[in-house]
């Protein structure tokens, strides 16, 4: 019985992998355990169910998840958008590692990012208008 008992239904492992990822889309500043808990499944069922979906952890998936809402952040940004603003927004209290998952994931680090997209916005501006 131990054998049939480790096996997961496979039909459930989607289901919580799909919603757990509308959770975290839907609100990034979420915690992982409390997904699981409006799921209604414990921690390590939500990780064994997400290594399966998409083979990473739900931690590993949130981070990515509020990396790329702080990028879009910095691609995008609004006057008073400073790199520290978009990291607090999506949830990094640690800026230097934020930095560092920023850097690891996109190849450059957010202040890189911010002027350049503060450079083209100006180049935006400052175009002539075409009669």
């Not at 931690?59 to 520290?84: G, H, I, K, M, W």
């Amino acid at each position: 019985y131990s054998a049939g008992l480790r096996k997961q239904p496979s039909a459930a492992i989607p289901r919580i992998g799909r919603e757990a990822e509308y959770l975290m889309r839907a609100d990034p500043s979420t915690t992982v355990g409390a997904i699981a808990a409006r799921l209604g499944v414990s921690l390590r069922n939500l990780e064994v169910g997400f290594r399966k979906w998409r083979q990473t952890t739900p931690n590993q998936y949130l981070r990515r998840v509020r990396l790329d809402a702080a990028r879009s952040e910095l691609l995008a940004p609004a006057p008073q958008t400073t790199v520290t603003s978009a990291a607090l927004a999506q949830g990094f209290f640690h800026l230097p590692r934020f930095s560092a998952y920023y850097s690891a994931a996109f190849g450059e680090g957010p202040a890189v990012t911010l002027r350049r997209s503060r450079q083209a916005q100006g180049s935006l501006r400052m175009r002539p208008v075409a009669a």
